[in-house]
Structures are given as C-alpha cells and as structure tokens.
C-alpha cells in the first residue's frame, strides 16, 4: 500500500475538533502535501487549509481524497457515495481510516474499477504476512513505548523524524497505526493483524537498511492495558529496537478506557520493557523520556522534566514544549 | 460454533501418523465421539477406529465430518469435494482445521446452502469480540504456558480435565487451537483472532462461572517465542488465570521453528509469566510444572522430576508417565 499524494482531506460534517483529528495529524505534519479541506454544511472542524470542492482539488492536481474523519461506530455514510464517486471520476485514489470499508458502498466499488483507481482501508491491512522470525536487521530502530494509549506515541516519534532531517540523518518514520499511515503514505495498522503475524508484520514494515539509517517505529497500546498488551509485545519484538523512547502524561488517573486500572510508575514500565525487548535485542537501551505536559504549568514542567531527567539519567522533555532535540542529540552519538 | 457429535474422521491420504495428529488428538481424547475413521487408497495414518464411507458414517448417526488432516500448505484439494458433499447429503455438518477454508470450495457451499447444514473453519473465527476489559470473572481459570510452542500444554489441560471430572470436581476445558476444538466441540482459534481482541476472546470463551468451577484453558506459544509471544500474553491477559501450570520439554534444543533461540531457563520463564500475568489477576500462583520426559529414561525422568519438585516446592509430573493426579491434588485445596 502506497497512498499517493497531494490530499484532500475530507472531514465532512465533523461535530468538533476531535472527530477530525486523523486530518488534522495529517495536516499538521505534512502540511506540504496537503492541498485542501473538504468540509459539508454543519462541519464544526477547521484544518485551516483552503475550502475545496472536489472539482478544484482535482484541477490543482490532487491525487488521493482522504476521509480523514471519525464518525460514531466508524461508519461510512452512503450518502457520501455520490462525492466519492466524483474524486474516482475526476482521477482521484481514495483512501479511508474509517472501520468500515470503502469496498461496502458499491457505487464507490463500481467507479474505481472503471477508472482503475485504488481504494485504501487503511485499517484493513491487504497484505500478508510472514510469521516473525526474530532475526537481527541492519541498520537502527527507535520504537516509541508508553505507559498508557493515546500518550503521545506517534507525536514523539513524528518530531524525532522531523529533527532528524532537518539534522541531515538518515532516519524514517514507519507507521503502524491509521493516523500514522496517513503521514507516512504507507505502513501496516497492526492491531487490526490477525495476531500470529503481528510481530513478522513489524519486521516486514522495518526491513534491512543501510548501517546509520534510523527507523523511527509508531508504538502502541502499552504493556499495561490489560486490552492490549499482547499487541504492544508482538510489536516490540518485531521492531527488535536498539532504542526505545517512554511516553507518559504525569496527569492521567487511568489506564485509557479501563477505570479500574491505575497507570503503571514509569520505572516499572521502562524496566519490563527493557526486560522483555531484550529477548529480540539484546543490546536495546533507553535514549530517553518524552512527557506530555500540557496540563501542568510553566514551571511545574520544568521541575517534572528536570526530576526526571536525573532520577533516569536520561535525556527528557516535552515534544510541544521543548522540542525533542536532546532525544536526537542522545540518537546522534548512538 | 458448537461442533456436534459423533463424528467422522476423515485423514485422507495422510503420509504418516504426524499428518493424522489432528484426528488422533480427537480419537484419543474424545473415543466415545469417534464413530470410525475413513481413508483414501495410500493413507499410511491408522487411529484404530472402524473404518467407515460416508454411508455408513451416516447410517451409524454421524454429525460432523471431521478434515482431520494437515495438508502440505494447509490446502483443501478440489478432489475431495464430491467425498464432502456426499456428507452433507447424508445429513452431515463439515469441520476443517486447515488453513484453506470449506467455503472456497463452491460445490460444498451449494450443497451446505441446499440440505441447511453448518460448515465450519475452525482456523477461521467468525465471531466478533469486543477488546478485553480485564474484569474479575468469578470461578476459577488455570492457565498452561510453556518455555516453548508444541510442548504439551493441551495435553496436560486436557488430561487435568479427565483427572478432574473422575473426582467430581467442576471443570471444563477451554479449546484455543484447532485440535482442541475438535476436542471440546467448541473453542477460539487464537492465532487466527485480530490482535486488537486477543484478550476480548478468552475473556468471552471463559466466562463467569460457579465459585468452585475451574476452567482449564489451552495455552499457545510462548513469552519467550520470538514469532508468537504477543498472542501468549494476550491469552495470559485474558485468562486472567488462578493457576498457572509451567509446560517444558528438558531435551529440546532450541525455540520451535527458531533455531537460533535457545529455550529459557524454567525460573526465568515462571518468573516472567507470573510477573506479567498479575496485570489481570494479582493473586496468580504456580499450581505446578507439567514435564514431557518422553525422551528420558524411566530413572532419568523420576530423578529429573524430583529434582524440579525440591527445586521450585511445586508438585511436578509428567502427564504421560506419572499422571496429573499431583497436580489435581493441589487444585482440589486451592
């Protein structure tokens, strides 16, 4: 799966802000393949990205619609049918990270076969996988762990590419989450991977590369969410990371969606997964910390990054607020 | 999926015994479901069991014709079609455990559609399950986990099972392989589940249940697997176990299928499931150790045993040579 760009980010009648965060990732880091917003009446979001149909996007050369918009239970409206049709028609690939499928509207499935267009679930994963096989690769992976979901995961691992280019390393971002697949063009969403293949899934997604080449690899779930964590294990092992980064927000009260689970400390987080990467990595190391701080003050984030940094001995600090230049100093000198 | 019973053993043109070992674990576990076995001309397989055509599969009250073959590839060959829907003319449901589905064969679909029976593709779950939520459940769950995939813990379930309902005690095991469905009649094919809801679907297959009923759930895989242990941690996750039984074959020399693993050390591997397994369950213990000494000798093995038991302080058997009666008996104070 390659999703072709320039966008057009779709976010139909999205009730807020939230139901379109999968377009707004998509234009707050790839803002130069980002043509324009596609709203329909009602639509409460702003990606602040020029208003188009979809008549103008194709003209300025759009490549792929990307409805980039959570709806309730993931459904896609067939009333939406008609202006899918018309991206197919006027030469656009379409791609959806909705649960269901693009493939269930057969109007849609009927113009993209006329006008060989693709059509990308990217929650869906196509392609099959190798069981994993555990074997070292060349080149160095980075994988972003956490204590919880939705943590800051992709984020991190997002600005650590960025300032990786802009430092002229060799490094790529490799999604393995809807979102992530946006931004990358590519990649495997791997909790929706029948499960014996998820840790060979990961090993596909981050093959060989050259010896100073860095994949930056989207983590997910935590091995504490009582939901997940098989997920979590089965992509550690895949990646086989030679660095991990841990994410955490200081202020979440429970584990995402499980009110009877309390967040694991962070020592005990870093050190089991230490413990059970080392059994594809032996050599793994922690390059450092990334913290949400959003909800503390100034100088209450100052304080809890400074804390942290010498209880761990290791390089921390707030992707938003700091950037990640002391993880990339930690990556440099790898 | 309920499979009904008695059924029909169907091993085709198996080349040896090991071809067969889906329908031997069914004729051994389960005799009084086995009404007779049927073979193609070359089949070298034998279970021992009266050997039948569909006819007389029928006439006798077969319900289910069991493909209980592996297949080079996992494949269902086109020849065995008409053998198939003479079953389902006869009145009989269709269960497969290879990798090719029933359904893609179009004359057992059309007959299957036309006589209303069921056909089931036991590698291939069809029902949905939500994400795991790592809820108490009440009643009892042990759990067998292993240093290594293919190291006895279906066995030793099962034969947990037999020693349990011969003392009257309240237990049922719970299938999460192909074999073992055959075996239960009923079950989840684990690896076969999406990853997200690993733990969902042994929270569903091992519901609430009386105070005093144990549910003997089939281990897969192993922590220590590099390719699977993502779905074992899943399955940890889910049982949620009361007991764990540690699973280990002392002659193996590397990891299944892995051969530059070597196998964990036992207390490494009782130490990680347990400390992994309090996530759901915090009161989890070890009930006790299950060996395959099938490579021993009667005085190697007995020395070997013993040597376990003072080592860990746990009852240690081997479910072929000694019994699980140790094991039973631990359960019956728990």
Known sequence: MYIAHPYLLFIGDAPDDLAAKTAQGIADWRPEWCLGQMR??????????????????????????????????????????????????????????????????????????????????????????????????????????????????????????????????????RATGQTGIFIAGSGVSIDAVVSDFVSGAVEWLSPDNDADHWDLIEGQGSLFHASFAGVSLGLLHGAAPDALIMCHEPTRKHMRGLPHYPLPDLKTCIDTNLQLARLTNPDVKMAGIAINTSKLSDNEAKSYLAKLESEYGLPTVDPVRTGVGKLVDKLQAW
């Not at 994963?125 to 980075?142: C, D, I, N, V, Y």
């Open 40 to 173: 329909l009446p009602g639509c409460k979001a702003d990606l602040k990205l020029p208003d188009m149909t979809i008549a103008d996007a194709a003209a300025k050369g759009a490549k792929t619609l990307i409805i980039g918009v959570a709806n309730a239970g993931g459904v896609l409206p067939e009333s939406w049918s008609p202006m899918i049709v018309e991206a197919i028609e006027r030469g656009m690939d379409v791609a959806s990270g909705l649960h269901s499928k693009l493939t269930t509207l057969p109007e849609v499935v009927k113009a993209a076969e006329k006008h060989g267009r693709l059509l990308h679930d990217v929650r869906h994963p196509t392609q099959e996988f190798a069981t994993g096989k555990g074997k070292r690769r060349s080149g160095k992976r980075l994988l972003a762990v956490g204590t919880d979901c939705s943590i800051g995961k992709m984020y991190t691992t997002l600005a650590l590419e960025r300032e990786m280019k802009k430092r002229r390393m060799k490094a790529d971002f």
